[in-house]
Each structure stands twice: as C-alpha cells, then as structure tokens.
C-alpha cells in the first residue's frame, strides 16, 4: 500500500480492509456516524 500523507483538515482518502470475519469494510461505510476507534497493541502479548 502507497503511504500517504495528510495536513490538518485534509479529508482522509477512502480505503477497504477486511474485518476479522473476512468481510470488506471501507471508510465510506461510516462516512457520517460518530465513530469510535479502540487500539489494542499486541507486541505486550
């Protein structure tokens, strides 16, 4: 995947991943809503 890079205010460019079930998410699927992102990181395990 390219890097991209942002400036302050710049509107993030849309992407797909696929979840933990293998379904496809993208950006645009919450394009609106209030969003909550929870990082959990998994070097400490």
């Keep these: 995947m390219a890097?991209?890079?942002l400036s302050?205010?710049?509107q993030a460019p849309?992407?797909?991943l696929a979840d933990y079930t293998?379904?496809?998410v993208s950006l645009?699927?919450?394009k609106?809503?209030?969003n909550?992102?929870?990082?959990?990181?998994?070097?400490f395990l």
Excluded: C, M, P
């Excluded at 909550?36 to 070097?43: A, E």
């Design 8 to 10: 302050v205010n710049t």
């Design 36 to 43: 909550i992102l929870v990082v959990f990181n998994r070097g």
């Design 28 to 30: 645009s699927d919450y």
């Design 32 to 34: 609106g809503k209030k």
């Design 22 to 24: 293998g379904q496809s």
């Design 14 to 16: 849309d992407f797909a």
């Design 3 to 5: 890097r991209v890079e």
